[in-house]
Every structure is written in C-alpha cells, then in structure tokens.
C-alpha cells in the first residue's frame, strides 16, 4: 500500500508535448537548439535524427485542459511539466546583469504571452486539483546560447552550450525570474532534467543523434560542471522566491557487473554515471527525483581509458539493459522495449537504495515507462516499478511519487514519434488522446494505492528480487 | 453502447476447470474418455497430448465461490458452467428405458453428491447476482459410452462414443434429468458445446491429439449426425421442464479465399463446417452459441476428395487463421496467439451476419479469447471482438451477450495447461486466481456498457473493416 | 591420409531412387508397403505423408548408367545400391519350402525382368571401375507381407510386416535367391538397412509417418527380434553362394547426458538404441555399416517407463541433435540441417570408438550426409565427419569407406523431395543431375584421399575433438 | 565458355593486405590517414570502427609468395596488387616541381626498401606466371596530405584530402614515379580504386565510418572532381614510360525502382552513382575496371534536395541491394551476406550492358565477392556472377576479366576483421591460408573456362534472368 501522501502522476516536458500544428509554428517555438537540430539536412541525410518533427506533435499547448482532465479521470493528482526557456527569453539575457532590479528588467524582455500563458496552464491543473510539478530546464538550450550545428562543424562560436562558463548564470536569472513569476502557484520545482544525458550523448556518445554530437572528453566534463553549477545557483535563486521544494532530476543507471561483485569497475561506473554529478549538487537539493529506465550490464575493459583527470575502465555488454534488440529480448530472457531497452524493474529498487544510502533525502520517481506502442508489456512494467519502490519504501526509503513518463505519446528526440511512451495513445492527426489498456491499470493503482491485487501473476518475474 | 440486458460474462467447462487436487481426485472422476485418454503411453510417449493432468487443474469444484466473486467484481452478470455427463451417471443408464417413471429410475443410480455440489454451485451463482447459464456436454463421454483406446486400436469394443446409434437417446435421458433438478435455478440450457470439433479432431483431423483420433470420414459424419440428433431429442427434454431459452453451442469459423469471391470453395467450406450441423438442429433451438476464435483462409484442392456424399474442394492455407507459427505472425501481419491463431475480429462479424442471416435465431457470444500467458494482446482481443459484436448489432442482428473463454486460466485437452486463456491467472501451485491488466479492461466494459472509450487506438488494425 | 584401399562412394536404396516417370509406373513398382502408405488417404489428409509420390523421383531404374558416371567422374569407387524385394517377389514365395530345390522353384515365380535388369545395373558399375556393393532391405516390405493400412487400423490381417514370425524365413529365401545370382558380380552384402527404425518408428514413435503407425511396445520388440533373425538367417544363405563380405547396416546414434557422466541413462539409451540389435546379429556379419546422422542429448525422466522386460528412463532434450529447429540452430549454436538434425561430427567418432571396443569387427560407414538443399553446409559435413572417421582410425579402429547419403537427390519416405541429401542436385523434371559445390569438394578429398588441406578452416568448431 | 585470353584471377590492396604483425610496424606503416583513423579514441569508444588493427592482418608484405602460390594453384593467371603511396613516399613531395628532372628528385626522397620489395613482390608473380595488374591508390592518403581527425573536429589544416586542389598534382608525381621504376613488369595499370566511395562515405553518407566522416555536400563534389583530374593527369603520366594498358577502377551501383522504368529517378541516381565520374575520365582510360557488389532499390523522394548544382530526387528501400540485415534476408527472398548485401547478380550484367553503351570500353570485372566467413553463399555468388559476365559477352561486350574480392581474408576498413571475403580462409594467428570450399569451385571454373557443369543447379533463382 502506498500511503495517501504518495504521489500518482506522469511527466511532461516542453518541447516534446508543446507543438502541434505545423500551421500555428510561431517564431518562438524555432529559438532552441533542439529545433533546428532535427531539421539540418546533415542529420536527415544521414539518418541521425527521424525526419519527424515537433510541430507535428501531442499539441499541450493548446490541449493542455484536455490533458490534466485525463489526468484527472485516471487517478493522477500530479503533473510535471516542463518550461520551454526560450519561449520565456527568446532573446539573450547576457546584457541584464545579476543582482538589484534583475527581474524587472529581465520581466521587460520576456514574452509576456508565454508567461500568461504558462500561468493559465498551471492555474488549469490547480483548478482539477492537481499538484504543480514545474522543470525549469529539459535538453533544450536557447540558441543564443547554443548553436549545435557550429560546434559540431568546428566552426567559431561563442554559444557553446553548458561548456559556456557563463550559461549558468544566465540559467539563474531565468530561474529566478520563472520563480518571481509563479511562486504562488509551483508546488515542486525542479532546475533541470537529466544533465549527465545532455552531456554525455552531447559530448561522449556521438551516435546518440543529440545536438551537439561533437566527440570531447574535455567538454563532457566540463558540460557537467557547469550544470552542476547552474544548478546550484538555480536553487537559490527559486529558494528567494518561494518556499517550496526545490530539487533537480537525474536519470540514474543502476549497473550489473558480468563478474559478481566486480567493485572495482561497478563503483566506476557509479561515479561517473550517478554520483559525479550529484556529489556536486547535494547540498542544494530538497528532494531527489530519479528517472529510471533500466539498468547496464558492464565488464571490465583491459585497458582503461584515461582522458583529464577521469578513467573509464569498463565497457558496455551488448544484450543487456539499454544495448538490447529493438523490440527483442534480452538475454536475460526478458522482454526489451521498442527503444532495445530491457525491463528491469529490480535497478530501480537497488537505485533507490544507494540514492538514498548516499544522500538520505526525499526521492520522487520523476519518470519511468516503456517505449510500447502496442501496450503488450506497460501494465507489468507499471506494477513492477512500483514493486521497487514499495519494497525499496518497506526498508526505510523516504519515496514521495511515482510520475510516469508519460500520459500521452510525445516527441522522442532523434527518434521522433516512432517511440511511444505515453499511457495515452496521440492521434498525432486528430489530436486526440485514448487511454490505452494500461492506463487503466494505472487508475487501478492510484485509486486503490495498492499494487497488491497484482501480486502472485508475474509472467516476466519481474518482482522475484 | 451495448444494451442493459446485453449478457456479459465468461465460460466455462466441467472438465476442464472442476479437478484441482491429485489427492482429492475420486472414482468419480475418473469414468470419462479424456481422462484415461490423456494418461495412456502412446499418447504420452509420442507427445499427443502434454502430459499435463487435469488433476492439477484450477479446482473449481471448491472454489466455485471465489471464481464467482471474481465475476461479480469485474463486471460480470452471467456465468457458463458445464455439467459433466460422467459425474452424474458414472455408470450405464441403458438399462432404464425411456418413458414413464424413467426419471425417477434415473434419480435411483444418479450420483446424489454430484447433484447437491451442482445445486450449490448454482445457488451460490444466484446469490451472487450472476445468471445461471447450463451446458450439458463439452467434449468429454462417460467411459461407459466411450472407450477412445480400444476404438484407436481397432479393438472390438461397442463403447464408440457418439457414433453409436443409442448414444443421443443416452444423452436425452441424462438432459431430461438435469432439467427436471434443475429447471428451478438454470437461466439459460445448451445441450452441447462445439460437436463440429468432437467429430472432426475424433475422425478427420486425427493430429490434433483428441479422442479417439482415429480417422474415418464415416464415423466423422455420423459423429456429426447422431450428436444433432442429440441435440434435438434434449431440446424437446429439457422443455417438458423449463420454459428457459435452449441452444447449442457451436464453433464457427469464418472461411477468407486466396482467390477474391471464390464461391465455389467457400460455400462447400461454411456448409462443411457451419452450416451441416446447424442445418439439422435449427428447429430446435431458441437460440444459438457462438464461439468464435478465428478464421481459415483456404485456396482451391486440384482434385476434390470424395468420402460418403461429402465432397471436399478446397484445403487451408498455412500462415492464417488457426495455421500460424505459435506466438509469432500471421502472414497478414497480425500476431497470432500461442496456439498459433490469427487475431482476426472481423471474422466474428462476418459470422455474426451469416448466422443471423440463415437462421434468424438470437445469436450469443459463448467463447471468444486467446492463449496469452503473458496478456501481451488480450486487451486488444476483447476490445476489437466486441467492436465486432457492436457493429453487427447495428446492423439489425441480435445478439445477446458475450461470454469470455475464459474467466481463468484450465485444462486446455491435449495442451494441457500450456494455453492460457483466462482473464484472470490461475496459481496451480496456490490454487489462487490474479486477475491479469485485461480483466481490468473487461470490467471497464462491462460496467460502462461501452467499448467507445478505446475507439481510436488500434495498434494492429483490427477495427477497420 | 586414407588409405588407397578405403572406399569413397555413396548409398543408394531402390524404392527412394528407382522410379520417376508416372506414366511408366507398372504393377511391379506398386507391391511394397511403402507405395501404398504414401497415397493413403488417410496419411494425406493428415499431413502424415508430403503428397510426393516416388514416382516423380530421380530414376535410376532408367539413368542408371549416367549416375554410376557421376560417381566415376566425382572420384567415387564404390556404389551402394538396394534390392527392391517386392520387385523379384512380387507375389507370395511362403508355398516354396525352404530346404532342397527351393531355388529353382523361387526362380520359376521370381520376376525376370527385375533380375535381369539389376544385373545389367551391376554390369555397368563393374564396367565403370565401381565396387557393387548390393543392400537387401531397405524399409519397404512386400505387399503380401505387410498390409500397414491394415495393421493401422487394427483390422484383422496376417501380413504384419516383420511382427509375424515367419517373415525372417521368407527373407532368408528372397536373400538366398540373389546371393545364388549374383554371387559372381556383388562385392559387398549387406543384409537390411536400418532395422532399428522400422520398428521404432512403426511401433514407438508413432508420428514420423512410418508404416504402420501402431503404436504397441511389445511390436516394437518383436520387429527387432525378428529382422535380427532374419538377419542372422540371410547371412547363412548368402555364404553358401558367396564369399564376400556379408554384413549389416544400421543407424547408430550417439548420446550425450545433460548431467555429465550420467552412466545410468546413457547406457539404457544406447543398449535400446544401438547394442540391443546389434549383439543379437554379432556372431554373423563380417562388417558393420555405420549410418551415422547425429546425435541425441538425452535427460533422466523422472519416473522410468516399463514395457515388456524392457525399462526406459530417459527422454530426448529438444533443441539438440535429432530434435532442432528444421534449418535453425541447435541450442550448441551449431547449424541444424533442413530436417532439424544437428550437426554433430564428434559422435561419429564416439560411436566408431564404441563399436569397435563391442565389436572389434571392421567398420563401413555406409551412410552420412545432410538434408540442404542450398548446399550451405555439406562441404563442412563431409570434412568434419571424415576428420572424425580418421580420428578413430588414427586410435586403431578398422573403418574401411565413407558412402555418402547421397550422390543425387532422391525419395526421403513421408518427406517426399523436400529433404534433398544429393551430392548432386536432381532435376526432378529434367532427370538431370547437377553437382552441387560441395561434390567438387567430396572429388577433392577421394582423389587426394586426404582432408588435411581443410584443416585449418573451421567455421562452426566441428573439428575441435 | 570464357575465352583464353579471359583472365581469372583476384585483387588485393595495400593496406588491407600488407600488415601483419604488431612487432613489426615500422614508422612507414603508419603513415596513412586510415592508420590513425582506426586507432582514434573518438571512433573506438562510439563503434564507428571496430577496434580491430590492421597490423594484425593478412601479411602479405611477408607473405607474398605463399598467396601467389596460392593462386596458382587454383587457376588463377592474374593478381590485383596495390602500391601504397605513404609507403613510397611518407613524407611530402610538394618541395619538387613539376617537369624536367622530377623523376631523379623524386628518386632521392622515395623510401628505397618499399620500392625494392613491391619489385620483388612483383618479380614473384612473373616467374609464377601471374599477370601483374598495379592500382596506385586504394582509400589511404599520406598523412601530409590528410589529416583526418583535424578535418572532422573543424580544426584550421592544409591537409584537406582530396578536397586540396593541389592533391592530384602530387599523386601525378607519384604514379609517374612508379610508371618509371616498374614500366618493365606491370602488365596492367590502374590509378585508382573506387573514387567515388572515398567522396561519398567521407562527405555525404557519414555513418559508414570513412574518414573524415564530415559532411559537406560541397566537399563531396570537390573531392571527386579533384579524383577525375588526379586520374587524368596520372594517366598521361604513366603513359610516358608504359605502353601496358591504363584505366581506373569504380565502384558501380545498378539501381532498380520501386515504380517500374521510374527514369526521373533512376537517370540521376546512375548519373550521380556511375556516370559523373566516369564521364570526367572517360578519355584517359584504356579499360574500365568494374568492381560489383549489389544494386540499390530506390523510390522518389516526395521533395528533391538541392546542393550546389546537384539534385537528389531519390532514397534508398531499406531492405534490397546494400540496405538488407546483416546476415539476413533482403525483402527479395535472397540471401543478404554479413555485410548485409543482397546476391543481385543480375544488376552485374545491366551494368556491363549500360558501361558498355555509354563508353565502348573493354571491361575488367575488377572486384566481385561476398562477405561470408563460413562460405554459405560465396560459390553460388561467383557462379552467378560469371553468367551475367558471360551473359553480357554473349551480347556483345567486351569482358577481359574477372578478379575476385579476395583471394585470402583481409581487413574490411571500419569492419574490421569481421567481414571475411576471402576464397582461402585467413587465420590470423598463425598467418595461415586455408582454402574455403568455394574456392575449389572456383578452381573448377578457372581450369574448364567453363560454368556450364553448374548450370540447373540454381538454388536461389539467381540465373534467371
């Protein structure tokens, strides 16, 4: 049983949910790397990104009641949504300096519209009494901040992203500004939405299709830092406005190890995927939220790589975790998602664990769902999550909700719609939304907070750990 | 919208779900053809049947009164259940002759407990809100009427099931007495479940591991006729003491050509498989069960095989229908169960049209489901066969509800218990029974009346037609 | 190196090879069990039997002067052909006395044309350099021994096949006949081929399509009792006429145990298997023909099946050796052949090990080969069993020649053509024969008499014993 | 039947071929744009190559005579070799003019023991009868004229490739070099192998791991019109100090269309692919060598994409010719190889018609083969692909050659050792050769001159046409 403090919801950001009608693009909706990322003819060419794009999207911006009703309707008492900062500053900020009379200024250069309308959306969901879980940062940079395509072409260019020295000063100013804003309102904040992932796949992972794709140990690192950084300053700078808490959402990895107990790579692989990052924001963190998708198996490399003052001495298994057959199985036997992803609930418990071991603070599941167009396996992994986090909440963890990502299906990334994550099936054509079978499962839950009617059918053993 | 009075409920069958405990299991149950049949050596060795006993089966004979709270709770207000033959005269009742006093001879060799254990199930079917729906016969024969190895082996025996001549006057001795106990509490009566496949595994398609597999397209026919006849001498029984409806229960399938509108194939195939056998009961019968799995997709024999009257034209072409790989793809793209059957709705349609065409009877859904362990496609099953049923409907025929095969998981015959049909998981080991995310889909159903809210999303295109 | 006396040639039987031309089937050709068994309408309706009939086949009753070239051409010296029993006796010899004059008498109703025209057969390989190695029996039995419809259906009948006890002496009459005229032309006799699987198959494993297809243990022993005797009989009525080699043939089968060293069902299966004929036959054969295709992984079966004296306490492993995927993979990774056979080389040197320890007698190995079509695997097949019959050779065991199954495509029983073992491709329309790649291999290997020059290249590990 | 003259033989390259030993690389060795590609961190940590070196390789350097004893003995008359440029000159040669004694000066800075064993390498294959058959440059460019790992991160260099305008200059000083120092022994000179892949998977099509895998439409144009002046000037240049025939090598790609004679698209795929090239060179050069892998199915695009004055109205089907799954099937029903190439022999005849039409050259089949390490495939490859050579010579061109890819496996660029192309297999631990099946096939065809024995055996319907 999950108490009736727990929260039952689902996650959204904004580039991914905003956009809708090809028609109704607006100078605005164009100002993010992310944006002209998917159009570039490099990448389409060479299949990096999918040719699908965001405007052809789940229209939130425009359907937004639509959405927090179903939300409502299946249980939910909690969404996370994500501000677009270039929507709110489509323009650079660099000129308004930090301190006295900041926000005023910054307040003459914003898009009021943006901000009114923002404000409309979130008065929405108070209206059907959901909690208002707000994300300040979401993969997108403004491209005045961020020119991907130079940087990858190694041309010069002072909008390097979050390896700019000064991007997280400007992220503190729009983050104090959105908490000027809507401090009366936000019931959780959060500064930004899996960091490592935007540097690792920006910097480390090329092939990955996100922006910049530009292979760089150095600025990997320093990508990460800077974050960090932002972070940090982000967090006292809501703190200013508004009481409510404040934390930061990561994406964690739990990995397995091919020999047992191989400490030595599997506490390599912890730091640099979990804890790096981490460490450097724990002190400004009210909560933690943890994304969880499933795990990596690793075994260690004969020759560890060395590059500034970090060493990698592991390597990825194929077969396993995230580096499975589309749609195939793992070699564990278990089912893998459409995105090659095994389901692999037992990380998300073991996580919890050391999250909470590490840091002890209040952890909110901030996303967890499959690529599952068909619906064949999101009901088991719904009750299989929460299995985790019961048995993980059963052993002392303080965990305060479980956000699925997502409600509706929404833009992924390179991938674009062919991965669908949502509860709710998008008729990308009608703009409708249909709960698919799964969904009802999760009404089923969150109404009777309780997975234990599922117990004891478990095709997968999926909640053997 | 389905209306009101629009049955929805599940199937079920005595021998199939009744034994639950090899520890428990008495003489009694023991005396039918199918349980020596599916512990004798040669079936065994050679992999005929699985070797699965039904002893270890879902136990309904106990725990009757959960299953029936489990309908009730998701939705259900009608429950089929099947009397097993052998239960109530374990031994020969040819001695009694038919006619006066008859009954009341009967009543002397009746197996008393049987009948009290079946009152109690019904009452407490009663108690519970839920229509008492009765059939009398699914497949199994007293081993008094029916000795499947002596005839398999060619030994001289008079013990040949249903193509003995004394066989229907048996049964309409054995349905009178059933109607006369229980004429008070039964709300709909079926004298038998799907004589098509008792004849057609039994002496045509001998491969498919049913009693007495041996292959004589005489007795095929014979089986076939002496089972209507059966049918008929019960219907004209049971309504000297009930005034409920009573029908048959029949498999039906829909036949697609290769060829577009090749009539000449497809009328010898729906007369063959449909139509013979409901030709010779139609008169009797108020209304008419329809099971429904899939269809056949047939091409044109290059010389038709004669056997009797009966001419064959026409054979079944592999990669459809009941001819798929088991749990892959159907050469339409559609997945197939693990039985190997193509989800095919439409064909449930096209059936609902032709029967109601011909016959002009009340027509209800008696089985409809598929072999899914893991519940990949259930959901999606239930959703598109009742869109099915809908759109019949508006189309002037009358249906009268739809009953899933089945409620939980049971002895599938040959296949023991590698076939899993149930909404709900049955714990063999625990005896326990998990509803699977489907039933919480069913009971969305059934409570809304209304497949509506799933329009829309249809990941394998079933809805279309 | 092998040996300039070792033999390289290939097996032929009569009734897979003889005929291919419909329209000049004559009476002659339609006496055997096997003619009938694949037209029944039974076995056809069933899929039991592949609706090829043999008298499509590859005809070397007309073509057999371009076969025997082929084999010259490819490096072959040595020709394994059978005697089609039904076609020298094709109506009952049980009226002639065995004993004084019964040669003449079998002479006067013997079929002339059939003697003569073997003859001619035998000149020709003569003529060509080829040794004539004459088999007796090759599964088919005469129509007035063995009426398997019948027998099937458990009508009454005599014609039991090799379960009736005076078949062994009509044999030994049919093999005295030939060995009285041929003694002046055969270099190799053998008795049968294969013993073991027309009872196994018969009586046991009732759903290979074999005739009869009755299921009965105590047949099952009988059948082998009687072909050793009738073996055992043949082999002193040849001696009397000639004095060259006499022996038998039989398909041996290798075990592996999935617990290791599990002597206990290892040696119940290859006593049933291998040794339980073989050691009734000891004492009378000169050789011992060696058919080797692959083997069985085998698991001790929880309780032990009784029948007769004999114990069974064993069942086959799926995914291994006889029972894999037709033209998948075994779960060893290794590739299985079009019919589902792994291919396993190591057990061909096991069973030449272990039957030369039994035996101490010289060994042929009289038959191996691979069903493809496609030829993707057979040079690998050739190679790495003849590594493995060097192998033993090497360790003292006296194996005399390699007899390929086959040289061209032919008649695989209730597989029909779908199973094609040629060397040689057969133009079933044409009646040509192409040399597949791999028979350009086979002439590699018998004209250098060596495999040394493959050693070295070995894609699926098959030579690392 | 090909004639005598008819060569039959294989092609090598330098950097595949040559290295083989790790303790054995010089300085020279590693002076290649290639050499520090395939050790680059970028590439190995994101598998954009596969971590394989091709010092590990072939060693043909030492080895030579084994591999041209090889041939011999396996009816070859003919041997591709390739010079490579950074091992005769690894450092720049810009410092020396154009014109009168260029050569002498050359002379002075060309590394003397590369030169000396190429002529010894040479020297072999005269005296075992093998025609000398040189190509100049085969993918790998000196260090000074490209830096690779600079032009993919954008970083200021002069070392551009063959996007310098000044590159074809140098190799002109270069192949003159070598006309000079070998006139006397090469039978057969080509300048260059396939130009058209180095600009296309360098520029364009970056995925396929060729450096510098930066894209760059533009640069994609440059670097195959600077190829078509280098050849140009090369050809003049060699034909000062060698009568011997000169021409150039390319790779050409047949194009099917999804709609049937779509010749909007098709027209400017084969332009784009073949023509525009080939049209540059199409005056100086004394043959064409055709190198031929598979076709591409394309469909029009629904918007063209424009590039300077290029137009791109077509994308490729995955599934056909290149596009099919590794090891798979393509959409066709043909086998794909392990590289994921469809068998489309057919596509290798349309060709040698269309090149014929075009420019009335004599054709050299110059590169043809499969990557199969287990040699499923390879001898129906060859087969079938010298009925479309002899196909086309029926008709009237003009074939003087087929030379397989390869003769021994060797180092697959990005791919590594994991596509294995060889006729013999290479062991690269033991720098062993062991000849696959096929080649026996091969051998066959090279003696008879003939491919009329394999003609009816056409598993996968690949003569046909």
């Not at 990104?49 to 927090?68: C, F, M, Q, T």
């Not at 724990?282 to 943890?290: A, E, F, P, Q, S």
Request: aromatic letters at 16%; charged letters at 25%; glycine letters at 6%.
């Amino acid at each position: 049983m999950f108490p009736k403090s727990f929260m039952f919801g689902a996650s959204l950001s904004g580039f991914q949910f905003e956009m809708g009608n090809p028609n109704e693009v607006k100078e605005l909706d164009t100002q993010t790397d992310w944006f002209v990322w998917v159009r570039d003819l490099e990448n389409l060419l060479n299949g990096i990104v999918s040719g699908d794009l965001p405007e052809n999207g789940a229209w939130y911006w425009r359907n937004y009641e639509k959405i927090h009703q179903l939300a409502v309707d299946f249980g939910m008492d909690t969404l996370r949504i994500g501000i677009e900062w270039s929507r709110i500053f489509p323009s650079s900020t660099k000129e308004i300096p930090f301190g006295e009379g900041m926000l005023e200024k910054l307040d003459e250069i914003a898009n009021k519209e943006a901000v009114e309308h923002y404000r409309r959306i979130m008065e929405d969901m108070k209206a059907k009494g959901l909690k208002v879980f707000v994300n300040l940062n979401h993969f997108t940079l403004p491209l005045w901040i961020h020119d991907p395509l130079a940087v990858r072409k190694g041309k010069p260019t002072d909008k390097l992203g979050w390896v700019s020295d000064n991007t997280p000063k400007e992220f503190a100013k729009y983050a104090e500004y959105i908490a000027w804003k809507f401090s009366n309102i936000v019931d959780y904040w959060s500064s930004m939405n899996e960091p490592h992932v935007v540097a690792q796949l920006g910097y480390f992972q090329i092939m990955a299709g996100f922006p910049p794709s530009y292979f760089s140990p150095e600025w990997y690192i320093k990508s990460l830092k800077n974050q960090a950084m932002a972070h940090n300053l982000a967090y006292d700078a809501i703190k200013k406005h508004s009481d409510k808490p404040v934390g930061v959402i990561y994406s964690f990895t739990w990995f397995d190890t091919v020999e047992p107990n191989d400490k030595g790579i599997f506490e390599n692989a912890m730091w640099l995927a979990n804890w790096n990052y981490m460490d450097q924001v724990k002190d400004k963190t009210d909560y933690i939220g943890v994304n969880y998708y499933t795990r990596s198996v690793i075994d260690k490399l004969p020759t560890p790589i060395k590059f500034q003052d970090f060493e990698l001495n592991w390597y990825t298994v194929r077969g396993f975790g995230y580096a499975c057959p589309e749609g195939g199985l793992a070699l564990s036997g278990r089912p893998a998602s459409e995105f090659g992803w095994e389901i692999y609930p037992e990380g998300l418990y073991y996580l919890l664990k050391a999250i909470h071991e590490r840091y002890n603070k209040p952890l909110i599941v901030t996303e967890n769902g499959i690529a599952d167009e068909k619906d064949k396996y999101r009901s088991q992994v719904i009750i299989s999550h929460l299995y985790a986090v019961e048995k993980a909440m059963n052993e002392g963890v303080d965990v305060r909700g479980y956000l699925h990502w997502s409600i509706v299906d929404n833009y992924e990334w390179a991938k674009g719609y062919s991965k669908r994550f949502g509860l709710a099936y998008t008729d990308l054509e009608k703009k409708t939304y249909i709960p698919r079978p799964s969904m009802y499962v999760f009404r089923e839950i969150a109404r009777t907070r309780s997975i234990d009617q599922f117990k004891g059918y478990d095709p997968y053993n999926l909640m053997k750990f």
